[in-house]
């Protein structure tokens, strides 16, 4: 197996460590934009320490493709799925224990998926309009997701079902039919694997990551609509230090 190590960044090129600190209110809460930005993540609570000082974070821009026999799989079943819109993307959880990925012999169950417009991830330094993140838990409590680039072209059948009544914040609704979720995966199972973080305060590390190199495709029209129902859900690239990336 071939491994690829980046560079540790020896000067840290965070906009937050320009400005003069933020003070966070009381009342302070997360996001994207204003007070809440993902520059202040790291001070507005105790707890969210680590994104601001943690070294493995999430997203990254991922600059190289190294080949490497790496072992991951992952097998989905059409499933019955809630969706909501939390404020900060749109979510949609499933009420299924046969959707699974795993990686080197470890189980993980698929517990959910929600977007991100931008893509958090970067490949070559540029964005996809569209990142989908499935996350997976294992009986250890250990997290791995796999993130779907989306690029423009033919409509996508399982985001119409999924965007066909738009959510305004805080409403939820069950699909009537359940969900072929592998319409929302590319053919190739191709992809980048490394360690990071969740992409969303805590920041918490220890993520397994597995970022599928082939993008699907949706309408400009089903990426209007989620642009327009997330606005800019997207946490900027993060240095990506010492950590080896791998692909197969």
Request: net charge neutral; with cysteine.
């Amino acid at each position: 197996m071939k491994k690829f190590i980046f560079p540790s960044l020896l000067t840290v090129l965070l906009a937050g460590c320009a400005h003069t600190p933020h003070e966070a209110s009381p009342h302070s809460h997360w996001g994207y934009s204003g007070e809440g930005a993902p520059q202040y993540w790291g001070q507005l609570s105790a707890d969210y320490q680590l994104c601001e000082r943690g070294k493995n974070q999430s997203p990254v821009n991922l600059t190289n493709a190294v080949t490497s026999h790496n072992s991951v799989e992952y097998q989905y079943q059409p499933s019955s799925v809630s969706l909501v819109n939390n404020g900060h993307t749109l979510q949609a959880s499933l009420q299924s224990a046969n959707n699974q990925l795993k990686i080197d012999d470890k189980t993980f169950t698929l517990q959910q998926f929600h977007f991100h417009t931008p893509s958090e991830h970067q490949f070559q330094g540029k964005h996809f309009p569209v990142e989908i993140h499935f996350v997976h838990k294992s009986e250890a409590s250990e997290l791995a997701v796999l993130a779907v680039m989306v690029k423009e072209g033919k409509a996508n059948s399982a985001l119409e079902e999924l965007l066909h009544n738009p959510l305004n914040v805080n409403e939820k609704m069950a699909l009537t039919q359940p969900l072929d979720i592998t319409k929302l995966l590319p053919r190739s199972k191709g992809h980048y694997r490394l360690n990071g973080s969740l992409t969303t305060p805590p920041c918490s590390e220890g993520v397994n990551w597995v970022v599928l190199q082939q993008p699907i495709s949706a309408s400009s029209e089903q990426i209007r609509s989620l642009s327009h129902t997330l606005e800019n859900n997207n946490r900027p690239v993060q240095p990506i230090n010492a950590r080896i990336v791998v692909s197969e």
